[in-house]
């Protein structure tokens, strides 16, 4: 299966990002108004991950966000995409990292 993906530049104003990366990693930086769900709760909790809107899944650096991908297409979203790179090509490109408890952001 072809993975679709998408370059940090081409990520839309209103895409949904869905970040896949542990607890541990989304607590050090995580991109401002992403969503969090790990990778191993995605099939309980697909129905969280709207239909009607491009959906951006993120990681560290494009690996597990390209499985869930690939799992959501074969569940019928069709309006899915991997960001190339990850979290590292994210804050790479300048792109905000935040954190929810005030501490610097990393990408771990």
């Not at 990681?59 to 959501?72: F, H, K, M």
Request: one cysteine or more; glycine letters at 10%.
């Amino acid at each position: 299966m072809q993975i679709p993906t998408v370059t940090v530049k081409d990520v839309s104003i209103d895409a949904y990002l869905l970040d896949v990366r542990e607890d541990d990693e989304w607590a050090a930086g995580h991109a401002p108004g992403a969503v969090h769900v790990p990778m191993m709760e995605i099939p309980q909790r697909m129905a969280e991950v709207p239909q009607d809107r491009d959906v951006v899944v993120v990681c560290r650096v494009g690996g597990r966000s390209g499985q869930v991908v690939a799992y959501l297409r074969q569940q019928g979203y069709d309006n899915v995409s991997n960001l190339d790179g990850g979290m590292m090509s994210w804050a790479a490109a300048g792109k905000p990292v935040t954190t929810d408890d005030g501490r610097a952001p990393s990408i771990i």
